[in-house]
């Protein structure tokens, strides 16, 4: 039996060695998948929740139509339609949206406002994850563990 499963890739000295390999590869990738921060984590799981998203604004505003004996223009009333006011390279748009798509644009624009608060949480949940996982090299909580361990006195010359 020993010398029937002996070839190139597969000899029963090698395997040990084989499994040895695939075991620290393996390892290794969960640990790095560990290390993914759980600030992060946290971040992506409440960002997967915010789709669609949108930055802008919508408006129903009633403007008049073409047709020159429109019962809804001559009374006043006017036509009601949807404008979604963006930004686009600096330049303020506006479009005119379907009243059918209205439901979707106010989800997008709500999700999109979720996702701008994130982003403001972000910053001091970022700041405060480094701060755990590296201690402070100077400032005044630094200073006060300094002074509290007495020094050796050396003489100067």
């Known amino acids: 039996m020993r010398g029937r499963f002996k070839g190139v890739f597969f000899d029963g ?21 560990r290390r993914v921060s759980s600030t992060r984590q946290r971040f992506w799981h409440k960002l997967r929740a915010c789709w669609p998203a949108l930055k802008g604004s919508l408006a129903l505003v009633h403007k008049p139509c073409i047709r020159p004996h429109c019962r809804a223009c001559a009374t006043g009333k006017k036509h009601p339609n949807y404008l979604l ?5 600096g330049q303020r748009r506006c479009l005119y949206v379907p009243t059918a798509m209205v439901p979707v644009l106010k989800r997008a624009l709500k999700n999109g406002r979720h996702i ?25 909580a630094v200073s006060l563990a300094r002074s509290a361990v007495p020094r050796k006195r050396t003489r100067k010359s």
């Open 13 to 33: 000295k090698y395997a040990y060695y084989i499994v040895c390999i695939y075991l620290s590869a393996s390892l290794s990738l969960v640990k790095q998948k």
């Open 85 to 89: 006011a963006f930004s686009d390279q």
């Open 116 to 140: 701008e608060q994130l982003l403001y949480e972000m910053g001091p949940a970022l700041l405060e994850e480094y701060r755990l996982k590296h201690p402070a090299q100077t400032g005044p």
